[in-house]
């Protein structure tokens, strides 16, 4: 898409001195990423050679990460979707290879009593990657735009101005040479309630399975709203977001991957 066709939102940054010139956040216009018209019925059909293909991009991943070390770079992956999209398999076999000492994830959860102390930002502000390495989310500052507005944690006045903070937030760095990108792991309700059953049913994975995954299940057209409102404010060329189709774990595996390897490898 060409500089033409985007659409330059000016919102004033809460995050410079007011005396400097409010930040230009370059969104894609709305509607660029369509969440409900994504189609997921791709399907993997040679198995053996999509985890060969997957074994060469783990490979790949870590020189990489390797040349990320040397060249001092850092990256940031923040991983969204659905519950049972598949986020910590996807991100598992995206790290397979990479060496742990220069990579970190961070699986987030509710925050704590200190963290409910600070901006909802700040727990994020100090996991940023230092220099050399690659932070990756595992959900992520967005739960201020998603749950916490969809479950009236955040009151509207909040989760509406947090599209501006979110985008200061990351435009800040990636202004400061930190590699930016969101990823959205997207299934049906047929999947999902198929993959909560399957979770029920062993007894390693039921731990996943709790009371809000049944909730959040029942606001589903709530948290598609929500989403594509992400989407439509907060998909930008420095921070791009990309739709995972996930129904297929094999297709979205190799989609991640292949995404992860074109953002670093540039």
């Known amino acids: 898409m060409g500089k033409k066709d985007k659409r330059k939102a000016r919102h004033s940054s809460r995050f410079t001195d007011r005396t400097l010139e409010a930040w230009d956040f370059d969104v894609h216009?709305?509607?660029?990423?369509?969440?409900?018209?994504?189609?997921?019925?791709?399907?993997?059909?040679?198995?053996?050679?999509?985890?060969?293909?997957?074994?060469?991009?783990?490979?790949r991943l870590y020189e990489l990460q390797v040349r990320y070390w040397m060249e001092k770079r850092r990256a940031v992956f923040v991983f969204e979707g659905w519950d049972a999209a598949g986020k910590g398999?996807?991100?598992?076999?995206?790290?397979?290879?990479?060496?742990?000492?220069?990579?970190?994830?961070?699986?987030?959860?509710?925050?704590?009593e200190e963290e409910r102390s600070h901006h909802y930002?700040?727990?994020?502000?100090?996991?940023?990657?230092?220099?050399?390495?690659?932070?990756?989310?595992d959900r992520s500052w967005y739960g201020r735009v998603l749950v916490e507005r969809v479950e009236?944690?955040?009151?509207?006045?909040?989760?509406?101005?947090?599209?501006?903070?979110?985008?200061?937030?990351?435009?800040?760095?990636?202004?400061?040479?930190?590699?930016?990108?969101?990823l959205f792991l997207h299934i049906d309700q047929k999947t999902q309630l198929e993959?909560?059953?399957?979770?029920?049913?062993?007894?390693?994975?039921?731990?996943?399975?709790?009371p809000d995954d049944w909730r959040n299940r029942k606001k589903w057209?709530?948290?598609?709203?929500?989403?594509?409102?992400?989407?439509?404010?907060?998909?930008r060329p420095d921070a791009p977001w990309v739709i995972?189709?996930?129904?297929?774990?094999?297709?979205?595996?190799?989609k991640v991957l292949q995404t992860a390897i074109d953002a670093l490898d540039d």
């Not at 994020?124 to 390495?133: E, I, L, V």
């Not at 057209?221 to 998909?235: I, K, M, N, S």
């Open 221 to 235: 057209g709530d948290y598609l709203q929500a989403y594509q409102d992400v989407f439509d404010r907060t998909h």
């Open 121 to 137: 930002l700040w727990r994020f502000a100090t996991r940023m990657p230092p220099k050399g390495t690659i932070a990756i989310f």
């Open 29 to 59: 216009p709305p509607g660029t990423l369509d969440l409900a018209g994504t189609d997921l019925s791709a399907k993997t059909k040679d198995k053996d050679a999509a985890d060969e293909k997957l074994e060469d991009m783990q490979e």
């Open 89 to 112: 398999g996807a991100i598992k076999r995206m790290t397979a290879q990479m060496d742990p000492r220069g990579y970190k994830v961070w699986p987030i959860a509710a925050p704590g």
């Open 244 to 254: 995972i189709p996930a129904n297929d774990k094999r297709v979205a595996r190799l």
């Open 152 to 182: 009236g944690y955040a009151s509207v006045k909040e989760w509406q101005r947090a599209y501006d903070e979110i985008n200061g937030f990351e435009r800040m760095h990636s202004d400061d040479g930190v590699t930016v990108v969101k």
């Open 195 to 210: 993959r909560f059953k399957e979770r029920e049913q062993d007894p390693i994975k039921n731990f996943k399975l709790g």
